[in-house]
């Protein structure tokens, strides 16, 4: 198995792992060949797996142009057009410009291509179904490639993934207008996985680079006599769900290694559900903010806020500059730990 990036959500934070990505180019490539994504990380795994037959640094170029040019505009408008066609909104932004943004970096067809020429061996969208109330994970794989078995956890859909399953992964509840695939309408993957790093375990991968858009400890101010008002704790609660998704997949691998050295080797066969299942040792690099976008995004902007929303809903060129620019630092500082990943010398699963 390839090793496999997993991208975060984070909305406007996924700037930062544009920066990231762009770093690790230059001073390793981009030899990852299982892409996930979710929200923000689908738009960069998608745009990722539609350039994966070009040079890696031209094609992280292109993705940091992306999030540098990108605009409001760009994003969403009022919802004029629910409101004439049904009377009323479905949703207080209309995302329409946020569609046709992604099918001019992610289209599905060279995806495909890139897919039957062997350049990319899975893509993987994470979206929550309304209906069901539970992760799916959409899966674009090369012929060769099982299907992961189902589980309470996650719901796996095979499909031609396009622009519609990157938005879909990036339509924040309210905010978004939910997006229909197949029979059920879905919204933001990363309300139920911020960081999908369980598809890429359940893929079988063994090499796991992690992109998180949020640090370790998420810095809150807790000297105030005062509650913290409601945007602070919106902004608490995401960030404390997000960061338990990605520390719970952590735990696992954990678990897993544990599992397998415990059998005397690096592979440990079972069965289950009367099927053969093959686990083997895992090794994990996480690449964290050096410094926390929230912070980064009040500085560069001049206000004062520790509710956890600004870096990730305000769009504002200044602060899209900011967070690239320590995503390639922070690839600088971890290139050796990913080099190491990627060739395969890695011994145990690190935080780094």
């Excluded at 700037?15 to 390793?28: F, N, R």
């Excluded at 990380?41 to 940091?64: F, Q």
């Amino acid at each position: 198995m390839s090793a496999a990036l997993v991208l975060s959500a984070g909305g406007n934070r996924g700037a930062y792992e544009a920066g990231v990505l762009l770093g690790l180019a230059k001073h390793v490539g981009m030899p990852f060949k299982v892409i996930c994504g979710s929200s923000a990380g689908a738009i960069n795994a998608g745009h990722i797996a539609a350039h994966a037959h070009e040079t890696s640094i031209d094609a992280m170029d292109a993705l940091v142009r992306f999030w540098s040019e990108l605009r409001q505009s760009d994003v969403a408008r009022l919802p004029w057009r629910d409101v004439i066609r049904h009377g009323r909104p479905f949703s207080l932004l209309d995302t329409t410009p946020l569609g046709e943004s992604i099918e001019n970096i992610a289209s599905g067809e060279a995806i495909e291509r890139n897919l039957n020429r062997g350049a990319l061996d899975a893509l993987v969208i994470t979206t929550s179904e309304l209906t069901h109330r539970r992760s799916v994970a959409w899966l674009h794989t090369k012929p060769s490639l099982r299907t992961p078995f189902a589980s309470q956890r996650w719901d796996w859909r095979p499909a031609c993934i396009g622009p519609e399953h990157i938005l879909a992964s990036s339509a924040v509840p309210l905010l978004f207008r939910p997006v229909r695939l197949g029979d059920s309408w879905h919204v933001d993957g990363g309300l139920l996985q911020y960081t999908p790093l369980a598809p890429a375990i359940r893929l079988g991968a063994t090499r796991i680079l992690t992109i998180a858009t949020e640090t370790e400890a998420p810095i809150t101010d807790a000297s105030t006599k005062v509650p913290p008002g409601l945007g602070a704790q919106i902004g608490e609660a995401l960030e404390t769900m997000q960061s338990g998704t990605l520390a719970a997949d952590l735990d696992q691998v954990e678990q897993i290694n544990a599992l397998v050295r415990s059998a005397g080797g690096d592979e440990l066969r079972y069965r289950q559900r009367g099927v053969e299942r093959l686990l083997r040792t895992i090794e994990s690099v996480v690449i964290r903010p050096s410094r926390d976008l929230e912070a980064v995004a009040a500085e560069t902007l001049g206000v004062r806020t520790s509710s956890g929303l600004l870096s990730a809903a305000i769009l504002d060129r200044r602060v899209t500059q900011r967070f690239i620019e320590l995503g390639i630092a922070d690839a600088e500082t971890h290139a050796s730990a990913v080099a190491k990943l990627v060739d395969g010398t890695a011994r145990k699963p690190r935080k780094s």
